[in-house]
């Protein structure tokens, strides 16, 4: 079960708060990479952020035991992107097919296999519970093996019910399918909530249950395992401290404020 989450930055601003290339990109990524999907991609631009430099595309599509997600800032110039399957893919075209769509000059990545708790990760990526930055992404791994009542209608509930439990914003209702019509190896489970999303992925054959929580501002980390222990019982995760809103990538921001918002300009003026 191969995971791997990439951070991009310095990305075309346009380019990411552009709803169709973000489309091409998740149906390029599965066709180049060779993966199995059950369901085109799912997006939704957010425009709604409590602080408007957190506005972008949020998207995903599910895979046979797994997902695609992106998470787009266009004002920042950032993205977060995640792929997780069961199976071989090339990281390298992964970077590459993202930097051709969104030309970012940076990209960062973590990979790492979730079948078991992996240690080759490097420590300073993982959260230790003293890092005093808010301004940060923890991305929480979870696996729970031989987990009671994984049904659809239960992941269902639990996506649904649990945005609201953790102090997170859903900004969809939840998505759930089976790999496959007939004798379906996985069910997964998604929701988006605010630029972030939620992620459940039971494999029948293992009876194990893979969870991921990905939020690109600061949470409670505490109350989701509290209510993952609440439902499943004991497991086993790992909080990954992933990329933040990275202030230092805008440059000139006052200047692109004004670009941007320049047509106001004529709104009370007269013309010459």
Request: aromatic share 12%; hydrophobic share 35%; net charge negative.
């Amino acid at each position: 079960m191969n995971h791997v989450m990439i951070d991009c930055y310095q990305g075309n601003e346009r380019r990411l708060n552009d709803i169709r290339s973000v489309n091409n990109v998740l149906n390029e990524i599965v066709q180049v990479l060779n993966l199995k999907s059950v369901m085109p991609p799912f997006l939704l631009p957010y425009y709604y952020a409590e602080e408007a430099d957190d506005d972008g595309i949020s998207a995903f599509t599910l895979l046979c035991g797994g997902h695609i997600t992106i998470h787009t800032f266009p004002f920042r110039g950032c993205m977060f992107v995640d792929l997780l399957y069961d199976g071989y893919f090339d990281v390298k075209k992964l970077e590459t097919t993202l930097e051709r769509y969104f030309l970012c000059v940076q990209q960062r990545y973590i990979r790492t296999e979730r079948r078991f708790l992996d240690t080759s990760i490097p420590k300073e990526k993982i959260y230790n519970g003293n890092l005093n930055n808010p301004d940060f992404g923890p991305h929480i791994i979870a696996r729970i093996e031989e987990p009671k009542g994984v049904t659809l209608e239960n992941i269902y509930n639990i996506l649904d019910e649990m945005p609201s439990k953790i102090n997170m914003n859903p900004i969809c209702r939840p998505y759930v399918l089976k790999s496959s019509v007939n004798n379906p190896r996985y069910l997964s489970g998604i929701v988006l909530i605010a630029q972030s999303h939620i992620a459940f992925h039971y494999d029948s054959v293992d009876k194990t249950l893979f969870c991921d929580l990905f939020s690109c501002s600061f949470y409670k980390i505490e109350k989701f395992e509290e209510y993952l222990k609440g439902r499943f019982g004991e497991f086993e995760s790992m909080t990954i401290i992933r990329g933040s809103k990275h202030e230092h990538n805008i440059k000139n921001k006052e200047i692109k404020r004004r670009e941007l918002s320049k047509w106001l300009d004529n709104l009370d003026g007269e013309e010459e």
